[in-house]
């Protein structure tokens, strides 16, 4: 397309993907610019996956009243694009009287942030809500509207929903100069590719301030705040009710225990900064802390369960609020920056704000008649009972071949992924859960390589984990070579 | 070895449209998945699963092996080095070799075998057990059988198992992953590789990499002595001049996209002196770091597992906690030949023969226990009385011990063993009579390796 966008996205995380999909319903063209091989490879795909209920912010800060109004908002969203999202609740456990003391703080806080259903429980109620919680909690916080959502499955149904209704969406583009010709921005990437649009949106996380800096807008520093996770099974011991959080230390929200909807669990996050917006590391040091918290709040946590752990960085800014704002210095650019914890919560009322700001800088929208706002399902073998497989499999056969066994995903549904555009061994892990489970791909990896080679011609040694440099298997190995090294070995 | 997608017969009243059968099928009648009923199903088809097979069906039952693969003979078709069979064949043949003997047999057999085809569900509370299963081939099917063994084998312990830190790049693969890229797949995992863990498999590995070429770096150990049997250490290690560093762990895994390096970390006395590490360039990192039997669906069906081995507790006639439900070979507790699994299963298949004829000998049974030095001991149950294999593993490297059993404090039975360790399994039988008479309430024996 060489003409002119309306608007120009940088940056597909959870803001991007939700701003795409709500502009998307307006007579607009829009395009969602993403440096990473796939949707979703940056902040957004490692996180807690919890959908805050409002109690942890003042009334006076931006981040609460977008918090409250996007937890709000996942009902429909989820109706409508049928992502894993679940509102089991959040308890926050106190183990002391001047711990209660915060939790009574935190409940009115929630309560001025219009929190609905919040409860102040005693040591009996919170015991009932949670039974694996340390029967030393003298009582605690309970927030019913808690959730938890699986997030890269909650931006790939964003991101999917948005292109449905004609965004154009351009992964490996990194935006790396801009230009503003008095009409329009002209957006370069690294490979030299253009897009021109006429408003932008920075949403680069970890990178807007870069972003920003390229477009001549207002300079600032982002600061990763790195947060390490531990993954554990199906099935796992402690597997809780309800999000479980300690009584909160001053910048973070403390070590957590977590359900996630597909049953895994995890806990988590540490909270550091560090200097390198890529160091995604985890550290062993981390390992016997974490679980040291965790085991405080529910004792039946066992290490032996671990099947992997992660790291994310939260872009944070200096004051710890969101910067969402129209620049001052660049014409017709919108920062969406500094989006650390609760941005995932918060993304679909960002999404709602920025369209309004849109507005606000001249922009006209026209509600589109021939938008769509639900995607239609895709099935799960592993949510399925039998006789529901055997209807999907006089569908289609190759849902009977499980490709991924711990997680029990078929062929079919490896096939859809690739036909939605994930054609990287972790873009398909993150949209099936093949390579998730127990044995981490130990079975299933070179499966999928060969169906994704199947599938897109791409040669099997160009075939990449996610893009870039990351290529899996070093060439194809010469056969005479292999047979005379057997015959040495008689 | 290319086995058709099914081999053997089906039933013909098994076949799409027969009603419901055995008392555990589903509630809901479905017009087109398909019913079958057996006297047993084996779930796996690798050494263990043809040969519990085929002890079944030569008494005469009928009896199904279902596995996902393509292939019967399960790990066995990645392992192309010699190595197998001695004791069981007696003659020295490769993984595939050893396979097809066994597929041969039970081609001959006419056993039914569903191949492709997964089994996601396994439900035994009664009398009837009953087994979902699914392939792109038949359907979903569901199987009525009075008696299941398992045998689906065991997976491979990875990263996040064991958590080595650093970044997640591409170029981190378990052994027997790269094992299946090279010897099956054709397929380079990489050209300058540093393996974790002295296991077989690791082992193994190293040589096959030489071999096509790669560069094989180091291999790197925690424990103060090799994981694998010393012959891989010697063929597969010194002949090709690969360092070994004991007692060393990776402290870190480093690189953005694909594996750059690893830093490897001395421990002393037990912990790790930071300022001795050292790096690696490296594009893979391979990881044999042990095998964890592979009981999902054994947990479904309720079968109580046992800490020590990580398979099911089993008694004398290798019965899980479910009536009816028996296990063999390597989801059972993790063998180191398959000669022994295949010993192990054909046995286990006599037992379920005569489960399901005559019945089992009704005696009473008593505990085996591991004593001193005894990680586990298989099966975890005796009858006096009752010639029986044990199998257990020592924890204590050793050049010459001894192995004894006490039966209510008292040594029953002594024996010398040469070079104890770890990684290989030992195997000995006791003869009825040693084991004491036949009674109602038999006391525990104790094994211990000293
Ligand atoms: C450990 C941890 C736990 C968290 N837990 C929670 C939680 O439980 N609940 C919650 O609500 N929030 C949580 N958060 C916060 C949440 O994850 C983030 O606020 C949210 O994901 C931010 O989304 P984003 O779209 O702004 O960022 P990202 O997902 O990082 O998206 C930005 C995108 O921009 C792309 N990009 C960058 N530079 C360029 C460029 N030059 N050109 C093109 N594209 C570019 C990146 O590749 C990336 O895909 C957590 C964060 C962390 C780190
Ligand atoms: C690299 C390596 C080197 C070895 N070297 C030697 C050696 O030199 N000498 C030696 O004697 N032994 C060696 N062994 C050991 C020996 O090969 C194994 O112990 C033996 O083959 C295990 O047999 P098994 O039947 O228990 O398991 P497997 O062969 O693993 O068979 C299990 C089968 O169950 C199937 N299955 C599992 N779950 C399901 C399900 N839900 N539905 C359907 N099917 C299912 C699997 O597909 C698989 O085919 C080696 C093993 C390895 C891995």
């Known amino acids: 397309m060489n003409d002119v966008f309306d608007v120009a996205i940088i940056g597909a995380g959870a803001i991007g993907a939700a701003l795409a999909r709500r502009l998307s319903a307006y007579d607009l063209s829009v395009a969602l610019l993403e440096r990473c091989a796939d949707v979703c490879f940056g902040v957004s795909k490692a996180n807690s996956g919890i959908i805050h209920a409002g109690f942890h912010h003042p009334v006076s800060s931006l981040k609460a009243r977008l918090e409250i109004r996007g937890n709000l908002m996942f009902e429909q969203l989820q109706h409508e694009l049928g992502f894993p999202f679940k509102r089991v609740g959040i308890i926050v456990a106190a183990f002391s009287y001047e711990e209660m003391k915060t939790v009574e703080h935190l409940y009115e806080q929630g309560v ?155 806990v988590g996050p540490t909270a550091v900064e560090t200097e390198d917006k890529e160091d995604v590391e985890t550290t062993s040091d981390n390992l016997d802390r974490v679980f040291a918290q965790a085991m405080y709040m529910v004792p039946v946590i066992s290490k032996r369960e671990i099947i992997t752990s992660f790291a994310g960085s939260r872009p944070v800014l200096p ?146 984990k996610r893009g870039g440099g990351s290529r899996l298997l070093l060439g194809k190995i010469p056969v005479a070579q292999g047979e005379s090294s057997e015959q040495q070995m008689k | 070895m290319i086995v058709e997608a099914f081999v053997g017969n089906v039933p013909e009243n098994a076949g799409f449209g027969a009603p419901p059968g055995g008392t555990n099928t589903p509630a809901k009648v479905i017009s087109h998945m398909r019913d079958l009923e057996y006297d047993a199903v084996v779930i796996g088809a690798g050494a263990a699963g043809m040969a519990a097979a085929l002890r079944v069906h030569a008494a005469g039952f009928r009896v199904a092996i279902v596995d996902r693969e393509d292939h019967l003979g399960g790990i066995l078709l990645q392992c192309i080095h010699n190595g197998f069979g001695l004791h069981w064949f007696k003659e020295e043949l490769t993984g595939p ?90 397929y380079a995992p990489g050209k300058r590789v540093v393996i974790i863990g002295s296991g077989d498999i690791g082992l193994i590995m190293a040589r096959r990499l030489s071999w096509v070429g790669a560069k094989v770096l180091a291999v790197i150990e925690i424990l103060p002595h090799p994981s694998g049997l010393t012959r891989n250490i010697v063929q597969c290690l010194h002949d090709f001049d690969i360092p070994l560093y004991l007692s060393h762990i990776v402290s870190r895994i480093a690189g953005q996209d694909r594996v750059e390096a690893v830093e490897v970390t001395p421990l002393e006395n037990g912990t790790p002196n930071p300022a001795k590490t050292f790096r690696l360039e490296c594009d893979t990192v391979l990881l044999s770091v042990g095998l964890i039997p592979e ?88 009858v006096p009385g009752q010639d029986t294999q044990f199998s257990l593993r020592a924890m204590i490297v050793k050049k010459r011990g001894t192995l004894q059993v006490k039966r209510a404090g008292v040594v029953i039975k002594r024996k010398t063993l040469q070079h104890i360790k770890p990684a290989e399994m030992i195997y000995f039988k006791m003869k009825g009579t040693e084991l004491g008479p036949a009674g109602p309430d038999p006391a525990p024996i104790e094994i211990s390796v000293e």
């Open chain 1, 112 to 266: 001025a942030n219009g929190v609905p259903r919040l409860e102040i429980c005693g040591r009996e109620r919170l015991l009932m809500l949670e039974p694996k919680l340390n029967p030393d909690t003298v009582g605690g916080l309970y927030a019913p509207t808690g959730g938890i959502v699986e997030p890269y499955r909650y931006v790939f149904a964003l991101v999917e929903s948005a292109v449905r209704n004609g965004v154009a969406l351009k992964t490996e583009f990194r935006v790396v100069r801009a230009q503003h010709d008095g009409e329009a921005y002209s957006i370069e990437s690294e490979a030299g590719h253009r897009v021109r649009a006429r408003r932008v949106i920075n949403a680069a996380g970890l990178h807007a301030d870069q972003v920003s800096a390229a477009f001549g807008a207002e300079a600032f520093t982002i600061v990763p705040r790195k947060g390490e996770e531990f993954l554990l099974e199906r099935n796992a011991a402690g597997f809780p009710n309800q999000v479980i959080f300690p009584v909160p230390g001053r910048h973070t929200k403390g070590i957590l225990v977590i359900p996630t909807v597909e049953g895994t669990m995890m």
């Open chain 1, 319 to 464: 004051g710890n609020d969101f910067y969402i704002g129209i620049s001052r210095s660049a014409p017709h650019f919108i920062q969406v920056a500094g989006i650390q914890s609760p941005g995932l919560t918060a993304s679909p009322a960002i999404a709602e704000y920025v369209k309004d700001l849109l507005k606000q800088d001249g922009q006209g929208l026209t509600e589109k008649a021939a938008y769509d706002p639900f995607l239609p399902p895709s099935a799960r073998v592993r949510e399925k009972n039998p006789a529901e497989l055997d209807a999907l499999m006089s569908e289609d056969p190759h849902y009977g071949h499980i490709a991924c066994r711990c997680e029990s995903v078929s062929e079919a549904e490896i096939v859809e992924a690739i036909r939605k555009g994930h054609t990287t061994l972790d873009g398909i892990k993150f949209y099936t859960r093949a390579g998730m489970g127990r044995c981490q791909g130990g079975f299933c990896s070179y499966r999928v390589i060969k169906i994704i080679a199947r599938e897109t011609g791409i040669p099997i040694e160009e075939i990449t």
């Open chain 2, 295 to 382: 009981n999902e669906l054994s947990k479904k069906a309720g079968v109580q597992l046992g800490h020590d081995t990580g398979g099911p507790r089993v008694d004398a006639h290798l019965m899980t906690s479910v009536d009816g439900v028996f296990a063999c070979g390597n989801v059972l507790h993790v063998h180191d030949l398959v000669d022994f699994v295949a010993d192990e299963s054909s046995r286990c298949g006599g037992n379920v023969a005569a489960y399901l004829g005559a019945g089992l000998s009704a005696g009473g049974q008593g505990r085996v226990q591991a004593g001193p030095n005894v990680k586990y001991v298989v099966p975890h149950a005796y």
């Open chain 2, 97 to 186: 070799e050893f396979a097809e003997r066994l597929a041969a047999q039970v081609r001959e057999a006419g056993i039914d075998v569903y191949l492709n085809t997964t089994v996601m569900d396994l439900v035994a509370d009664n009398g009837m057990k009953s087994l979902i299963a699914c392939s792109a081939e038949h359907g979903v099917l569901s199987f009525a059988a009075r008696a299941i063994v398992l045998a689906m084998g065991c997976r491979e312990r990875n990263r996040g198992n064991i958590g080595i830190p650093g970044s997640r790049p591409a170029g981190v693969f378990t052994a027997g992953l790269a094992q299946r890229l090279i010897n099956i797949d054709g």
